[in-house]
């Protein structure tokens, strides 16, 4: 500090923060290099079943994989698909489910949590996309996505009730592998913490940004790996930065003073691959 400035008592001012700049390819692609030693590079085929994604994310919607999963396979008992296939198929009877109460739904889907909540919004999914049907062998078909232009196939997603980008997202890249990436609550917060994104930018900035820094064809590399980050290293409450190998390329990282004792260990979360849709 000055003199002038220590013997008036003043501290100096402090550095302003930089403002935020896209991160360059290289250093994205360095993090992705990263992720891809410790979690290697995620192999899920996109699996066509459209409507199936679409539910499922509702259903993922404020709970984990695991009621998630209970809530679907209950809706697939319940709405069990025995006729013809194509252009329909799908694991659900989803012209039973758009006949049935709404309650018949609620009842089905109570293991996931505000059953009363998801079964109205599937309901009025169901509804709005019969209502706008394209297939005209199928008023519930959404297999029309696999070849229009993706910019098509999500703003048809999100004029749906209750269907925001991340939703819309998972539908496109999950069953049609097409260039689209999901921002979900682990995704958001690892790549905040990495610079990835503007600090407080909205679910719009936040998808455009993420797709404008994913390298062509690994959207699902890109969000899987971030995604098993948040969920075994990068913490909300408290990141494990010690431990973290992408600590030497993060300006968020928590770095133990010398006095501080090493962080006990923690256990991992489980769950199945395929969390790469929830949230
Ligand atoms: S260094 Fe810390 S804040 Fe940065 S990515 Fe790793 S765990 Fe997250």
Redesign the pocket.
């Known amino acids: 500090m000055p003199p002038a400035e220590r013997a008036l008592g003043r501290e100096p001012a402090a550095d302003p923060p930089k403002p935020w700049r896209r991160p360059s390819a290289a250093r994205v692609a360095r993090v992705r290099d990263r992720l891809r030693e410790v979690y290697g590079i995620p192999l899920m085929a996109p699996h066509e079943r459209p409507l199936d994604e679409l539910i499922l994310t509702v259903l993922s919607q404020s709970t984990n994989d695991r009621n998630r999963d209970v809530a679907f396979m209950r809706l697939r008992e319940r709405f069990a698909d025995t006729g013809p296939s194509a252009p329909c198929a799908g694991s659900i009877d989803y012209e039973a489910m758009l006949r049935a109460p709404v309650g018949e739904i609620e009842e089905a889907i109570r293991p996931g949590g505000i059953s009363k909540v998801k079964s109205a919004r599937i309901k009025a999914i169901l509804q709005a996309i019969a209502g706008s049907a394209r297939d005209p062998r199928c008023q519930l078909s959404l297999d029309w996505m696999r070849e229009a232009p993706i910019e098509e196939s999500r703003d048809y997603l999100t004029a749906l009730p209750g269907v925001g980008r991340k939703t819309a997202a998972c539908v496109l890249l999950f069953s049609y592998g097409l260039p689209d990436i999901p921002v979900d609550t682990h995704v958001s917060r690892?790549g905040t913490?990495?610079g990835f994104f503007r600090p407080g930018a909205g679910f719009e900035e936040l998808h455009d940004e993420m797709l404008a820094i994913t390298p062509a064809g690994q959207a699902l590399e890109l969000h899987v790996d971030l995604l098993r980050?948040g969920r075994r290293?990068?913490f909300a409450r408290d990141?494990?930065?010690p431990r973290?190998p992408?600590?030497r390329m993060?300006p968020?990282?928590?770095l133990p003073s010398a006095r501080q004792k090493p962080e006990p260990r923690r256990t991992q979360p489980r769950g199945s691959t395929k969390n790469a849709i929830t949230a």
Do not use: G
């Open positions: 690892v913490r990495l980050h290293t990068c990141p494990a930065c973290c992408l600590a993060c968020s990282r928590r």
